[in-house]
């Protein structure tokens, strides 16, 4: 990308390790947004699948879409905080809208999040509701569909000062936040916890 060329509105992120067979379904509900201007930044955390060249396909078509490597001068192998830091330090956006590579995206997605964000310039982090697909190994577990439940009820911000220490109450592959917000609070943390909700506390 041309360093003359004007700052997209918001960055999707995506980390992605060994998802050839859903990779391509994330990235096309990606490009059917109703908001076209974004960028997609797609962190290859070490696939050894066809993810890579899936993703890079995608950033020949379309010059929103970038593919990068999560350093190999990290210490470990595949690490999913790791991995967001990365891509969170080259999303070029004020605005992040994270999204896993298994899942996808609604088509209104970013258009009814920005609207959010802009309507009420100090909100830190807007979320989606959760819906689930699949089906034979990839069937959703009863557990997740409780906290799919319970999750997709809180709405507003009363809502997450009640839930959140009892469960993660932000929809983390739905989620668009400010990125200033989260690099201020020191980003993705790796231990032995979920970087998600470790996120939302420090950010509460």
Known sequence: MSAAEPTPRVSFLIPVLDEEARLAACLDSVRAQTMPDFEAVVVDDGSTDRSHEI??????????FRVVHRPET???GPCLPQALNHGLSVCRAGLVARLDADDL??????????????????????????????AGTHAVGEGMRLYGDWVNQIMEPA???RAILQESPVVHPAATFR??????VGGYRSGDFPEDYDLWVRLH
């Open 179 to 184: 990125k200033r917000a989260v690099l201020d």
């Open 159 to 161: 809502d997450f000062d």
């Open 105 to 134: 995206a609604s088509p209104d997605r970013l258009e009814r999040q920005l609207e959010r964000c802009d309507r009420d310039p100090t909100l830190t982090v807007v979320d989606g509701q959760v819906g689930f697909r699949g």
């Open 55 to 64: 993703a890079l396909a995608y950033a020949r078509d379309d010059e929103r």
């Open 74 to 76: 990290l210490p470990g």
